[in-house]
Nanobody
Framework: QVQLVESGGGLVQAGGSLTLSCAAS????????MGWFRQGPGMEREFVAA????????YSAASVKDRFTISRDNARNTVYLQMNSLKPEDTAVYYC?????????????WGQGTQVTVSS
């Protein structure tokens, strides 16, 4: 079955960096787009970044553009989120997702999330 396991979260001071990883299994990783969402305290889940199946195209939310970088290693079935210049408002649970399917016939699978806390 599809499994997505995030790691790399933790506590960091403002201005610091973290790299999140999402190890995927149970599907043909290199065939599908992947990405990250986050959910802050009392907030709805919001899009952070996405990457195409071969890594040639990436997309980022305006709030993280130029600070966060998404990448993937298809040989390791892993997607990464490099987060620099972290701000207290980046505090959230970060979720990896896999968009599995094609066209309008797809399903979104989620990981369990990893907590990122940025102290001021």
């Amino acid at each position: 079955q599809v499994q997505l396991v995030e790691s790399g979260g933790g506590l960091v001071q403002a201005g610091g960096s973290l790299t999140l990883s999402c190890a995927a299994s149970g599907f043909a990783f290199s065939r599908y787009a992947m990405g990250w969402f986050r959910q802050g305290p009392g907030m709805e889940r919001e899009f952070v970044a996405a990457i195409s199946r071969n890594g040639g195209n990436t997309y980022s939310a305006a709030s993280v553009k130029d600070r966060f970088t998404i990448s993937r290693d298809n040989a390791r079935n892993t997607v990464y989120l490099q987060m620099n210049s972290l701000k207290p408002e980046d505090t959230a649970v970060y979720y990896c997702y896999a968009r599995i399917g094609s066209g309008s016939n797809y399903y979104i699978y989620w990981g369990q999330g990893t907590q990122v806390t940025v102290s001021s």
